[in-house]
């Protein structure tokens, strides 16, 4: 199949990927477009793996106030050079988390951050829940896991739904980010305040 000038446009505008790369992705899957997108978002995956070990100290701390003074987020968002860690796109992108830590409140950025106890104490429930359905026990392991996957999904700020498109997380928000700007982009931490909570 031949891949038309109009086709790299469309496969550009929807992933921001360069020209000879969304070109490359179009051949490799035969014109499939939502294939190439696919084949854009691993190829940068990959790439963002091989710079997960670099440094990244430069970016942002962004806050968000909401409700009327009630509510604020701080998020640090860093990157590998001040020039990136400027740009309006990345300034955007540390926005974005600090109103989804203020919509969603997260516990922590990661699946790894979560506190052992809190995982045990929701393996407890998980089990005793289970125990109660009445299922056979050898599939208890199943039913926790899927449990602990779906809360891992609500409590980790990486594996939240993004509030604005809920079709991505924010770790897919996070790789567009590390495939676009060719740097290791880390959400190193965040704290929300609530007017009178203990926190």
Known sequence: MSITAAMVKELRDKTN????????ALG?????????????RQKGLA??????????????IVSYIHAGGKLGVLVEVNCETDFTGKTEEFSQFAKDLAMQVAAANP????????????????????????????????????????KLKKFESESCLLKQAFVK??????????????????????????VRFVLGAQS
């Open 17 to 24: 990927a360069g020209m000879m790369d969304c070109k490359k």
């Open 28 to 40: 490799e899957c035969n014109g499939d477009m939502t294939k190439a997108v696919d084949w854009l």
């Open 47 to 60: 790439v963002a793996a091989k710079r997960a070990d670099r440094q990244a100290s430069e970016g942002q």
């Open 107 to 146: 516990i922590c950025v990661s699946p790894e951050e979560l506190p052992a106890e809190v995982v045990e104490r929701e393996k407890d429930i998980y089990r005793a829940q289970a125990l109660e359905s009445g299922k056979p026990e050898k599939i208890w392991d199943k039913i926790i896991e899927g």
């Open 165 to 190: 498109d809920p079709d991505k997380t924010i770790e897919d928000l996070l790789n567009e980010m590390r495939a676009k700007t060719g740097e290791n982009v880390q959400v190193r931490r965040f």
